[in-house]
Structure formats: C-alpha cells, structure tokens
C-alpha cells in the first residue's frame, strides 16, 4: 500500500488531505510544518510527500530542496499545496525539485483523481 | 467517491478565529516588514482563505483573497508597512470575523463594514505601484464538449531529467488510460550505446493516439500539466482523413498544423474564463457538505436573514486545547492507580488479619493516587487567562483612537490559569470594566499634562491566585472616582438618604447599583447607565466578588476575586438533625457558640445575635427546611456565620462536622430548583448532602426579618 507523508501547518486541511487519502486506502504520516517533515522523511520512506508551502520553521520550497538531497527521495514525487498558483509559485517549486503542485480549495475527488500522475 | 468534510468544519473554524486572533496581536506589534510577526500574518490570512474556499465560504474566500494580497506585497517588502494600512487590515480581521460567520450560518453578510473595508483595501491595493493583478487561480474551463469519438495524437518527447523531479511517465500514461483508450508507440532512437547510458537520464520518447468521445485538449493537457516544462508536447486533433497517417512518424501533416498546439508557450484562457471559476469554486463535495448542514440547521438558514449576523453567534466549539504535559501526567496517575488497583485485589485473593498493616497503606496509596488524579483532572479545564486577556490589546487600541486619548495597556500574570467555564463567563464583564477605564478612568491628555502626569495613560490588567480563588485587577492611573460625585448622584437618584455618612468603599459600591451612572454625557464607549450594576450581578453569578479601590488624582482598581472553578468547592459539612448539609467554606466568617447574653430577640421570632459590633440576624435551618432538629434552644447552639455581600447571619445547626472538597451536582438539571439550596453533592459513604445556597438563604433571612418586623407592628396595634 502506497504510503503518503503530509506536511501542512493547518490542522484542518491536514485533516482532510489525510482523511481523504486514508479512505481512499493510502498509508498517511502527517507532519506540522516543514522542519517535522524532514525529520519524519529521514526516518522512514515514503511514495509521495505532498507539502503546503507557507509554513513555520522550515516552508515547503526548502523542505523539497533539502528532500532531494536525501539519496532516498531523489525520485520520490513530491507535491506542492498551494493557492498561490501563479508562474511565480511554479518555477519556485520547480527549481526546488517539486513534481507538481495542487490548487487550493481542497477538493477530495481531484486530489484523488491527480495524484494518480505519480502513484498507483 | 464522494468525501464529506463536514466533519472538519470545526476544525477549520477553530483555527480560522486562531488565526485572526493571530493576525489581530500580530498587526497590533508589527512595526516594519523585517518583523518575523508579517510572516504569521501573512500564513494565518493564507491558511483561512485556503481552508475558505475548500467549505464553500465564498465570502471569507473574496474578501480574505485582498487582505492576503496586501499582506503579500507587504511581506515581500514591495509595499511600505503604513499605519493607514494597519489601521484597515484589522478592520479587516473583524469582518472576516463576520464572514465566517455569516458563511457558517449560510446567509449573506450584509454588515455595512464589509464593503467600505473591501474598498479601502482595493484603494490601498491600486494606489501601489506594484502588479495587482488578480491571480489565475485556476486552470480554464472545459471549453470544448466533443460529442462524437475523437482522436488525438501526442507526440511526447520528455527531457532527459524528467525523472528526477519525481514525474514518472508510465502514471502519467495510466492517468491517460484514466481518460481514453490508448494506442502508445515507443521511440527508442535516441538510446545511447549500453556503456553511455546514464541511469538517471531518460531517453525515451513516446507517441500516444489517444481515442475518446468525451475528454478535451484541456484534459490531456492537465495530465501533463506537471511536466510541461521538461519536456516537448505535441497535441493534435486528427481529422478523419489524417487518422490514417497516424502510424506514420510524420503525422504532423498540413492538414493539422493549425490545431497544433505547443502547450510549452500557452496560457489560453481568458481573463473571463478565470472570472467565472472564482466566481464558482464550490467543489462538488462543498455543496454535500453544505447540504449536511442544511437539513440538520434548517432554521438558520430561513430565518437568517432576518438575523443580523451577531458577533454573538459564535461557534459551539466544545473542545479544548491541552497542553501534552498534562495529558502525560494523567497518564502517569492513572498507570499509578491501575498499579495500587492491583496490589489490592493481590492482597484481596487470601486476605487474612496479618495483612492488615499492607492493606491500610494500600488504601492510603490509594487516596494519595485519586487525590491527585482529582487535581490533574481539574487542571485539565484549567486555561491561563492570557485567553481572556488578548482580546485587549485591539480593545485599547481602538478605544484610544476613539477618545482621542494615548492609553498604554499593560498585562501581568496572563499566564495565571482559571476553569474554562469561569473564563468563559468573565470576558464581558472585564471588557466593561477596561472600556470604563479608558472612557471614565484615564483623563484627556490636557488634562493630565495639567496634573503633571505623563501624557499616555496607563492600564493595567494583572492576575495573580489567593488560595482557592483567583484575583483579576483592572488598575488605571487616571483621576480616580469623584467622591462627592458619587455621592451626589445617589442622593439624586434616590438611591441613599442624603447626610447619610458613608465609608469611601460603600460609597464606591454605589457604582454598581442599578440605574447609576456618574457619566454626565452618554459616550458611545460605556456609561449607558446598565453595565456596572450587570458586571457585579455576572461576577456574583459565579460565585465571585468585586471591590473598588480609588485615589483621588492616582487613579483606581477594580478587583475581582473569582473562584478558581465552579465544578468543585470548598465546603464545610455541618448537620441538622439527621441531615448533612454543606456551606461554601469561602463564604464562612467564623463558627461560635451562643452566649445568651448576647442574643437579643427582636420582635416575633426572630433573633439578632450581638457579634462584637454587628446585629446578625439568626436562621435556624430545622425551620426553614422543616426538619427535626436536636437544637431548638438559641442559647448555646452552634452558629456558623456566614457573610455575602457585605451582609451577615448566623446559621444555628447541631454540629460542624469534616471540610472536605466537593463535587457539584446541578440539582436544576436532576430535579428542579430549590429555594436555599445551590446543588448537590455525593458524599463518601454514598448519601446526598445539599449545598446552601448562601446569597440565597440571606435574601430569605433579610425578607423574614422585614416580614417579622410587619406582622410584629400589626400585632401591636391591635394590641393597642
């Protein structure tokens, strides 16, 4: 079973993202802020890492960053969860190394639906 | 698959008012962009709005999506942190406020507020030299329906890293599968000889014909749309004469070059288009969600809007937030208990005498393990009181530019923890007291500058604990309350005899009678004349107490004094023939026994005892309750005088027994409300005692004496 790691500050759209993926039968480790992601991807292998990118402590483009360096997410996707989704934002997560993003509001369906790009 | 969210809403309301408590302090402190405190702004508007637009609170979405903007530019130092601008965004923290409620309760916000601050912000936003331009938020619509099957071909040519940034082109492949049927032929061309291949490179290209009747160029495009950038993409539309050249590798013919499409350089929707999606970003699971809420609040949203959206419909949240430490302790007494638990039952199994001595330790172990499981639990509803006090800041800050007048606040003990339900119930009063700090307290700056006082007025809020209870201050350093205004109002109103000699305290308790107010004007701010009288009947509610402290020209203090929790009281078991009954030990002045020259009957049957130099008034509780009692005789029973609000009486009982702490029972929600009890309690060996409820046993003592007083007068004239 794919397993999925969640890094978002809100509780509530960690919530959901985790309920969603959950029901749809993924493993999910969810995390607060991007500082916690990393210490919880040093630990454990993921299939994909989906991450907001305003946070405290360490945001989600230097997460990415610093998760490419780590020999055993050099090919893991990993999604951005944004509602900035302007150019700007896309080269950002791009240059870090991100596979893609996902557009705010949370939508369960398409999330599902999208995240069949990079896993099965 | 359908996937309710409803089930998070608390949550995200939860945090959305954390989140503009966060922005409210944060806008309060912030000073220049350098300030971290932006960067929590700026994520606390970023998460609402997120979370906004995923329940379908379209107006928090709009409204939050401008203040999110200008706290962007702010953040990236493109725009000057302006008092001006500060002064809006908190205008705006208020009407998210409303916005979310009014979102939460499905009706239009209709608060005037709303639009004059969306316009200052939209004048804030064009005055900038910066773009301002709306963000595409979203990919365009759906702009072609095919009817009959088509075909597409799609020359995927990706580059070499593609792979390293996590894309895979056999999912992309299967969410194409997901859309159509597929036809995929793989260019091997380009493979290096075995001894050049780079393992993490890719060489391939592939060419898909990609059949369906329903999926347009912008789904296709959408499944690529992560990779647009690495990699080359051809789409075309094949005609009817062109899907016979389809196997061939130039099926890029003449024919279909126009419908060619470089998604690389393409961005075609229109500022329309991207107009109409926001204006509908309600997800399909948003409207269930919304649904949900419909049939189980029906009324709130047909009579909505006949409401205005009132501050005061505040989410029912029930939860509450506790801090790990404690949940680890409880943990700990619980393992601790579950271990004595056992030991017992151990020594239980072939119990004999000589296991005596074990057994009272164990039962001592015991004690000492429910005691402080008891305590844990009850620190659990324990909050520090910084939640009641943050809301001041902003509260100053407004009133100050309200009276015109420079007020600092300062805030000692926030950290001073109180029951939540407590807390809950004092916020309205303290704000009152703070607002009548500012309006009637502190003195406009002319004035003060006259007394030789430094120009800013200072409030202070301060918390600290006394033994069981806890002290909440409201200091303020302005002119203190007039005497002789006081008290010439109250002669005025009628509300004290005039050359009635009064203390400074009983005078400054003339405050909060009903109907009194010192203000010779009305202000917006207090001094509508109800309040003081309510702020004293709200602290009395919870069993707590207020005093006034003033020097003329110093300035004056508000103390409230408030039981730590209502859940659990202190309480002194005393008894009454067969019964127990417990009396709130804070309420307890001294027990005594009567000496008969000291009680001084009155008229009829009641009984002024002479303590030192007050008359109290005795109540023997075998009468008010009808009960059999061993001590009929005044002379020589016990009393137990009790004091509210500056009033005394001695109740007579049998015999005081234990203090012990007890537990609250409402009798209102069991049985009904009884004159003279406040609640109930199970005592240890399983039998009920009720708790006296002493305002309410005095306010009966006070009426029986007048009632005394009259049938004693009629009785005399007719002896007459």
């Not at chain 2, 944060?26 to 709005?49: P, T």
């Not at chain 2, 074990?358 to 008891?374: C, F, I, R």
């Not at chain 2, 606040?409 to 004092?426: F, Y």
């Amino acid at each position: 079973m794919p397993k999925f790691l969640i890094v978002d500050d809100s509780n509530s759209i960690r919530q959901m993202v985790s309920f969603t993926l959950k029901s749809a039968g993924y493993d999910v480790v969810e995390a607060s802020d991007g500082l916690q992601g990393l210490q919880t991807a040093k630990g454990e292998n993921f299939d994909l890492v989906i991450s907001d990118v305003n946070m405290p402590n360490m945001n989600g483009i230097e997460l990415c960053k610093e998760l490419r360096k780590l020999p055993t997410f050099e090919f893991t996707p990993i999604l951005m969860l944004t509602t900035e989704s302007s150019g700007d934002m896309k080269v950002r997560g791009k240059e870090a190394g991100a596979t893609g993003w996902l557009v705010k509001p949370f939508n369960p369906d398409k999330l599902l639906a999208t995240i069949k790009r990079v896993v099965r | 698959m359908s996937i309710d969210l409803a089930q998070f809403l608390p949550t995200f309301l939860e945090e959305s008012y954390e989140g503009l408590e966060i922005m409210e302090t944060g806008l309060l402190n912030l000073q220049s962009s350098e300030d971290d405190s932006i960067h929590s702004i700026f994520r606390a508007a970023h998460s609402i709005k997120g979370g906004a637009g995923t329940f379908g609170f379209n107006q928090v979405t709009e409204f939050t999506h401008l203040v999110e903007t200008l706290l962007d530019e702010m953040r990236d130092g493109r725009r000057e942190i302006l008092k001006s601008d500060i002064e809006i965004l908190l205008q705006s923290v208020d009407c998210i406020r409303l916005l979310i409620d009014a979102d939460h309760n499905k009706i239009v916000c209709e608060d005037e507020s709303i639009s004059k601050v969306e316009s200052l912000l939209n004048e804030s936003l064009n005055s900038s030299s910066t773009d301002t331009q709306p963000q595409n938020e979203n990919k365009s619509e759906k702009t072609q329906t095919a009817t009959d099957a088509q075909s597409w071909l799609i020359n995927f040519t990706p580059q070499p890293h593609l792979v390293q940034t996590g894309n895979d082109p056999l999912f992309l492949f299967n969410a194409l599968a997901d859309l159509a049927d597929l036809e995929i032929v793989c260019n091997t061309s380009e493979l290096p000889a075995f001894s050049d291949i780079e393992p993490k490179e890719l060489y391939l290209s592939w060419q898909i014909k990609l059949t369906s009747s329903d999926a347009t160029e912008d789904d296709i495009k959408e499944v690529f749309e992560w990779v647009e950038d690495e990699c080359t993409l051809e789409i075309t539309l094949l005609t009817n004469e062109a899907i016979s050249d389809v196997q061939e590798d130039e099926a890029v013919n003449n024919d279909t070059q126009e419908q060619s499409i470089q998604v690389q350089s393409t961005q075609p929707e229109s500022e329309q288009s991207s107009k109409q999606e926001l204006a509908e970003p309600l997800s399909p699971t948003a409207i269930t969600t919304d649904t949900n809420v419909l049939t189980t609040k029906p009324q709130s949203a047909i009579m909505g809007k006949d409401k205005a959206p009132a501050a005061k419909a505040k989410p029912d949240v029930g939860s509450i937030r506790v801090g790990v430490d404690k949940v680890d302790m409880l943990i700990n007494l619980v393992g601790e208990l579950v271990i004595t638990q056992s030991m017992l039952s151990e020594l239980g199994n072939d119990f004999d005498l000589s296991k005596v001595e074990k057994l009272t330790s164990g039962l001592d172990q015991l004690l000492q393990n429910t005691k402080e499981l008891q305590e844990s639990v009850m620190r659990i509803r324990m909050l520090p009181i910084s939640f009641a006090f943050n809301r001041f800041p902003r509260l100053i800050h407004d009133l100050s530019i309200k009276t015109g007048k420079q007020i600092e606040l300062v805030i000692k003990g926030e950290q001073t923890e109180l029951d939540k339900t407590v807390m809950e119930q004092i916020g309205d009063p303290l704000v009152h007291l703070v607002r009548n700090a500012a309006d009637h307290g502190i003195e406009s700056t002319e004035v003060r500058l006259a007394n030789g006082k430094s120009e800013k007025g200072t409030i202070s809020l301060n918390a600290y604990h006394v033994g069981g209870s806890i002290v909440i201050e409201v200091n303020d350093d302005g002119g203190g309350i007039n005497r002789e205004a006081v008290l010439n109002k109250a002669i005025e109103k009628g509300i004290v005899e005039p050359n009635s000699s009064l203390t400074d305290a009983q005078v400054f308790d003339l405050l909060f009678e009903p109907g009194f107010s010192t203000a010779s004007e009305v202000t917006d701010i207090s001094g509508r004349g109800v309040g003081m009288d309510v702020v004293k009947k709200n602290i009395q509610s919870l069993g707590g107490r207020i005093q006034v402290e003033s020097e003329p020209g110093k300035g004056s203090c508000f103390k409230v004094n408030l039981p730590l929790t209502l859940a659990i009281l202190d309480g002194q078991l005393v008894r009454v023939g067969t019964e127990v009954y417990i009396i709130p030990l804070i309420t307890i002045v001294e027990s005594l026994q009567a000496k008969a020259e000291l009680i001084n009957r009155v008229s009829g049957n009641m009984v002024l005892y002479r303590l030192r130099e007050d008359n109290v008034p005795v109540l023997p509780i075998y009468q008010l309750f009808n009960l059999e009692a061993q001590c009929t005789e005044i002379e020589n029973a016990l009393l137990v005088v009790v004091e509210f609000d500056g009033q005394k009486v001695g109740l007579m009982v049998d015999d005081l027994l234990a203090q012990q702490q007890v537990v609250i029972k409402s009798l209102q929600d069991n049985y009904q409300q009884v004159d003279g009890i406040s609640g109930a309690t199970i005592l240890g060996d399983g039998s009920v005692a009720m708790i006296l409820d002493i305002p309410g046993m005095i306010t009966m003592a006070l009426k029986q004496s007048k009632i005394a007083q009259k049938t004693a007068v009629n009785h005399n004239v007719e002896v007459v």
